[in-house]
């Protein structure tokens, strides 16, 4: 059925009821028959139009498709799709044509009465002949400047969460009262459907802007992070450094870091923030300035923690915790002390490529607990030896059944790649954790400092 049959149906229902009251059943049921194709055709409409609203997220395409609708289904020579701002009580025309031609009117306009009563209200509403004559010549609604006036006005609201966000409006130029109320609930139904759109559309777009807002900021985040990271790997006589941080996100909670000292010192820190994401890397960020900091005005490994672990107390309101490892390293004699607060403790090999027995104590994480309990060690790396400092991104990488890289792993690989420069060696047990996670996400960020003792 046409769009032009449609607008002769609409008011084929009262003919009907008025034809059976009088007893003529022929008229009737013709009457009626014809009430059934016009709704059939309605609702034909209705799903045109709803599929075109689904494929589309576009928001003044979704404007386009249901005026250019509105413009062919109704007897009315004028469309308006006006979106209102309930802040500043003004609307803004998205789409708007008269006999056929768009008119582009500009910026926010005031709220005239008749939409304004749509607004109030939240129902339809339709003025007609002197009416119009009467609020225009009393300012209350406006003849946009080149367009005609109307004989016949209707709007309807455009409900979003119980909410008026527009008005959409027919205007018949040539005939009063020109639209039924078949026209009416045929409007609202379309209306319906375009808000709805509209909202989803409106959401996807917020949703896009914020996606891109926080990838815009965690980039930011992720280079400030890479930023704090040393960025020169010492350059000590007799020694080779290497290092390696593998982020399971953008931006994680592991560091490191190299302190120059007086002499022949040099301290080492390594640290694994609790979670992952950007509260961890706040959390590192954090932790990194205040050992740097305490570093600074001692050389004990220990008191340097404690102190830490002090601070973490008072400013970790998020209650994440941070194990660290920090050591200082004499590199005349190769004597390394160091303090562990949950961190794993240090691999060392021997010249050998054989991996030293370590001693062992209780050692807790910071930001826990105020009487702390660290594990303070001393060790001598050997000639020809070297020491891994590591993150449990390396040692728990999992395979698709669960088997962790583990301990032996990393003994493994550390033997077979000795011979390599301290960087190789990093970059080598993560491509074996690689290796061994297959298509497995790395869950946790994977950091390894290598320091070898040249012979």
Same mark, same amino acid.
């Given at each position: 059925?046409? @769009?032009?049959?449609?607008?002769?149906?609409?008011?084929?229902?009262?003919?009907?009821?008025?034809?059976?009251?009088?007893?003529?059943?022929?008229?009737?049921?013709?009457?009626?028959?014809?009430?059934?194709?016009?709704?059939?055709?309605?609702?034909?409409?209705?799903?045109?139009?709803?599929?075109?609203?689904?494929?589309?997220?576009?928001?003044?395409?979704?404007?386009?498709?249901?005026?250019?609708?509105?413009?062919? %289904?109704?007897?009315?020579?004028?469309?308006?799709?006006?979106?209102?701002?309930?802040?500043?009580?003004?609307?803004?025309?998205?789409?708007?044509?008269?006999?056929?031609?768009?008119?582009?009117?500009?910026?926010?306009?005031?709220?005239?009465?008749?939409?304004?009563?749509?607004?109030?209200?939240?129902?339809?509403?339709?003025?007609?002949?002197?009416?119009?004559?009467?609020?225009?010549?009393?300012?209350?609604?406006?003849?946009?400047?080149?367009? !005609?006036?109307?004989?016949?006005?209707?709007?309807?609201?455009?409900?979003?969460?119980?909410?008026?966000?527009?008005?959409?409006?027919?205007?018949?130029?040539?005939?009063?009262?020109?639209?039924?109320?078949?026209?009416?609930?045929?409007?609202?139904?379309?209306?319906?459907?375009?808000?709805?759109?509209?909202?989803?559309? $409106?959401?996807?777009?917020?949703? !896009?802007? @914020?996606?891109?807002?926080?990838?815009? !900021?965690?980039?930011?985040?992720? &280079?400030?992070?890479?930023?704090?990271?040393?960025?020169?790997?010492?350059?000590?006589?007799?020694?080779?450094?290497?290092?390696?941080?593998?982020?399971?996100?953008?931006?994680?909670?592991?560091?490191?870091?190299?302190?120059?000292?007086?002499?022949?010192?040099?301290?080492?820190?390594?640290?694994?923030?609790?979670?992952?994401?950007?509260?961890?890397?706040?959390?590192?960020?954090?932790?990194?300035?205040?050992?740097?900091?305490?570093?600074?005005?001692?050389? /004990?490994?220990?008191?340097? &923690? &404690?102190?830490?672990?002090?601070?973490?107390?008072?400013?970790?309101?998020?209650?994440?915790?941070?194990?660290? &490892? /920090?050591?200082?390293?004499?590199?005349?004699?190769?004597?390394?002390?160091?303090?562990?607060?949950?961190?794993?403790?240090?691999?060392?090999?021997?010249?050998?490529?054989?991996?030293?027995?370590?001693?062992?104590?209780?050692?807790?994480?910071?930001?826990?607990?105020?009487?702390?309990?660290?594990? %303070?060690?001393?060790?001598?790396?050997?000639?020809?030896?070297?020491?891994?400092?590591?993150?449990?991104?390396?040692?728990?990488?999992?395979?698709?059944?669960?088997?962790?890289?583990?301990?032996?792993?990393?003994?493994?690989?550390?033997? $077979?790649?000795?011979?390599?420069?301290?960087?190789?060696?990093?970059?080598? @047990?993560?491509?074996?954790?690689?290796?061994?996670?297959?298509?497995?996400?790395?869950? /946790?960020?994977?950091?390894?400092?290598?320091?070898?003792?040249?012979?």
């Amino acid at each position: 059925m046409s @769009l032009k049959a449609q607008k002769k149906m609409r008011d084929l229902l009262p003919q009907a009821e008025k034809a059976a009251a009088a007893g003529d059943w022929e008229t009737a049921a013709g009457l009626f028959f014809q009430c059934v194709e016009q709704r059939n055709s309605e609702l034909a409409l209705i799903n045109s139009v709803q599929e075109g609203l689904s494929s589309r997220l576009d928001i003044q395409g979704i404007y386009d498709l249901v005026g250019d609708k509105l413009r062919d %289904t109704f007897n009315a020579q004028v469309v308006m799709i006006s979106q209102y701002d309930p802040t500043t009580e003004k609307i803004y025309h998205h789409y708007a044509i008269e006999r056929g031609q768009h008119l582009h009117i500009q910026g926010w306009q005031p709220l005239d009465s008749s939409r304004a009563e749509v607004v109030r209200t939240l129902k339809p509403f339709m003025i007609s002949g002197e009416e119009i004559l009467q609020v225009v010549s009393k300012g209350k609604m406006k003849v946009v400047p080149g367009t !005609e006036m109307p004989k016949t006005w209707l709007g309807v609201p455009m409900i979003v969460g119980g909410m008026a966000r527009g008005v959409v409006s027919l205007q018949n130029l040539d005939k009063e009262n020109a639209f039924t109320n078949s026209d009416i609930n045929l409007l609202m139904t379309l209306t319906n459907s375009m808000s709805q759109s509209l909202e989803n559309a $409106r959401l996807f777009r917020e949703r !896009e802007r @914020l996606l891109k807002m926080m990838e815009e !900021e965690m980039k930011i985040a992720q &280079l400030t992070q890479l930023s704090i990271l040393p960025p020169h790997l010492p350059n000590r006589a007799g020694y080779d450094f290497g290092s390696l941080i593998i982020p399971a996100s953008a931006v994680g909670g592991d560091f490191y870091n190299f302190i120059h000292m007086d002499g022949d010192r040099l301290s080492l820190v390594i640290g694994d923030v609790s979670g992952k994401g950007l509260p961890a890397a706040l959390i590192m960020a954090l932790t990194f300035s205040l050992i740097q900091a305490e570093t600074e005005h001692s050389d /004990d490994p220990r008191h340097i &923690l &404690l102190n830490v672990n002090r601070f973490l107390l008072k400013m970790n309101a998020s209650g994440m915790f941070v194990t660290l &490892l /920090d050591g200082i390293l004499d590199c005349r004699t190769g004597h390394f002390i160091y303090s562990r607060a949950g961190h794993l403790p240090p691999m060392i090999l021997n010249d050998h490529g054989n991996m030293m027995s370590m001693e062992i104590g209780e050692g807790q994480p910071l930001g826990l607990f105020e009487e702390v309990k660290l594990d %303070t060690q001393e060790v001598i790396i050997p000639r020809g030896g070297l020491a891994l400092l590591y993150s449990d991104g390396l040692n728990e990488a999992a395979d698709s059944q669960g088997n962790q890289f583990g301990f032996e792993g990393i003994e493994r690989e550390l033997s $077979r790649q000795r011979s390599e420069s301290s960087r190789t060696i990093c970059e080598r @047990l993560w491509k074996a954790v690689e290796e061994h996670s297959g298509e497995i996400p790395h869950q /946790d960020d994977f950091t390894a400092v290598v320091m070898k003792r040249l012979e």
